[in-house]
């Protein structure tokens, strides 16, 4: 029994749990969302992208559902990554990778449907 | 288990090549690969987003170009295109289905088998559905 190695928790393990639930909940009106005006965008992304995000409804939509989704995709990763890579330190370097993605393309993302909302 | 390892030949966490296949695991897989999908396609998109918003008043050229390699990189997009909305739908549905496992039901051996073919079958549907759907409204 002894011999039985017991991995160390990368702490708060329950809060990521519970977030994850809570945003994967949160998604499933986005998604219901983004289906409905999938078939209108996917008909002219160059010319309709701006007048899309014009709407006040569109933006504020999309910007919940991609901070919302990279969120929920990065507790994702997170797990992942903890169950295949067993090095300690490559584990938690690749878990800031991740959320340093996730973040950067967020910010990055919601500055630009600000920018399209408004000169759209 | 198909065959024995011993030792530091055991592969890590949750045994990939070790066990038989079946409807379950072949649904949590799924779930775990339409999600690092989603993910990168999520990251993406974002960056497409951003890339648009700052070139929108530079360049129209390629756009009446009538190059091939512009056809054949837009029928790959649209392939892509068609694999992330399986990715989406599955994930989705089988989403719900992992929450109503948190809330503790739907556990029984013929129900996990049951909704494990339905939220199949309802992401091959949907993407039929969407995929047809957008082929009308773009050629009719």
Known sequence: ?120 | MTEKKSGSQRPTSPHLQIYKWNISSLGSIMHRLTGLMLYFSIIAISWYIVYYTYQINISESSENCDCPMNEIINNLFALAGIAVTFALYYHFFNGIRHLFWDMGKGFEKSTVKKTGLLTIALSLIFTALTVGVTLYLKYF
Do not use: C
């Not at chain 1, 992208?49 to 559902?65: E, K, M, R, S, T």
């Open chain 1, 1 to 120: 029994m002894n011999k039985i190695k017991i991995a160390p928790s990368t702490k708060s393990g329950a809060h990521h749990w519970l977030m994850q639930r809570i945003s994967a909940i949160a998604l499933i009106p986005l998604i219901f969302w983004l289906v409905l005006s999938f078939t209108q965008i996917v008909e002219d992304p160059q010319g309709y992208l701006p007048v899309f995000f014009a709407y006040p409804l569109n933006a504020v939509l999309g910007i919940l559902l991609i901070t919302t989704s990279l969120y929920h995709g990065s507790l994702g990763l997170r797990v992942v990554i903890e169950d295949y890579i067993p090095n300690k330190t490559k584990m938690h370097f690749y878990i800031m990778l991740v959320n340093f993605l996730s973040i950067v393309t967020s910010v990055a993302v919601v500055i630009s449907i600000i920018r399209l909302h408004l000169i759209g």
